[in-house]
């Protein structure tokens, strides 16, 4: 016979509460912040922060397009007119950078030359760009006898030397120079840097979509009815911009020093436009002599296609996986 008393001392369980069907188990617990998905751009940009070499080239970038868009930030003297009593004064407290051969402040036109430099890159880039990539997007999709002529057509312009056809291009449509304004000057050599330029974008926007246009979604787009505009503005492109993006800021660099060595050469940029490749030709019979004339120019055009190489080449490594 059982003890009540010991019974009595054995703790019964208490019935549970009950919960709603479907809540989860730890439904009382204070959810976890979770992290969206991020996609190559969110990844690449999380790399990028990570890198003082982006946020350097970048500062850089940022101060050669203030100097390009707002001039009068940065100084209030007259890069254009001048006072040969002037003429080749060294650096001081007045003027900074000293004064060139005609008694112009150097440091205002090395301010004014970045507004010519950089437009006429970015225009340049956004043109090849744009020729390059359109027929890249075409020959790669289409195929067959379009691709065959597409390529063909490159490789002529393959073949053309940049220097020698820039040349030819300037002084056919520029003439002496002397009667065209600052934007028909501008105009020019934009139109010859984009002409002999577009062919490299065409190849590189061409392998993309050979690489990209068999992908599965693509496949899956074409069976459900999608139309080709529909397929490349929507599928292709998002997904072959990644190279083009790196190419173009990296050419920015490149277009910059371009501009610089056919104004050096007199077949660019003239008067009126200030420059900094400009600037560079007027001072090469005064290096001895005056070498800041030389100096500061050089100094601010080396350091605006390296900040922008650098930043094309931190890009490059962001947007590859293989490179992280």
């Not at 190559?40 to 999380?46: H, S």
């Not at 051969?101 to 150097?106: E, I, T, Y």
């Not at 065959?148 to 020698?164: C, E, K, M, T, Y």
């Not at 050469?265 to 436009?273: A, R």
């Amino acid at each position: 016979m059982s003890d009540p008393s010991a019974a009595s001392l054995v703790s019964t369980p208490r019935p549970e509460q009950p919960t709603e069907i479907g809540a989860p188990a730890n439904a009382g617990l204070p959810a976890q912040k979770q992290e969206k998905p991020r996609g190559l751009l969110g990844d690449a940009w999380r790399d990028l922060r990570r890198k003082p070499l982006f946020w350097i080239s970048a500062a850089f970038i940022v101060l050669f397009v203030l100097m390009a868009a707002f001039p009068s930030l940065f100084t209030s003297g007259d890069a254009v007119n001048g006072a040969l009593s002037r003429s080749r004064v060294e650096p001081s407290a007045h003027a900074w950078f000293g004064y060139d051969v005609q008694g112009r402040d150097v440091y205002s036109r090395v301010i004014y030359g970045a507004r010519a430099s950089i437009v006429v890159a970015l225009l340049s880039v956004i043109c090849t760009l744009l020729i390059g990539g359109t027929m890249g997007i075409i020959a790669g999709y289409r195929g067959g006898w379009v691709d065959a002529l597409l390529s063909r057509i490159a490789d002529i312009f393959f073949g053309l030397p940049f220097v020698l056809g820039s040349i030819v291009i300037l002084t056919t449509f520029n003439g002496s120079g002397t009667d065209n304004g600052e934007w028909t000057i501008m105009g020019l050599v934009i139109l010859s840097l984009s002409v002999l330029s577009w062919p490299v974008v065409m190849r590189l926007m061409r392998s993309s979509v050979l690489a990209t246009k068999e992908a599965d979604y693509i496949v899956a787009a074409r069976a459900l009815g999608a139309g080709t505009g529909r397929i490349i503005l929507k599928h292709l492109l998002p997904n072959c911009l990644a190279p083009l993006l790196v190419y173009g800021t990296i050419m920015v660099g490149s277009f910059i020093g371009a501009e610089a060595t056919l104004s050096f050469l007199g077949i660019g940029l003239k008067s009126p436009v200030v420059s900094w490749g400009i600037m560079i030709s007027e001072a090469q019979n005064y290096i001895r002599v005056s070498p800041f004339l030389l100096f500061f120019p050089a100094a601010f055009l080396v350091t605006a296609v390296l900040s922008f190489v650098m930043l094309g080449e931190a890009v490059r490594e962001a947007l590859d996986p293989k490179l992280r």
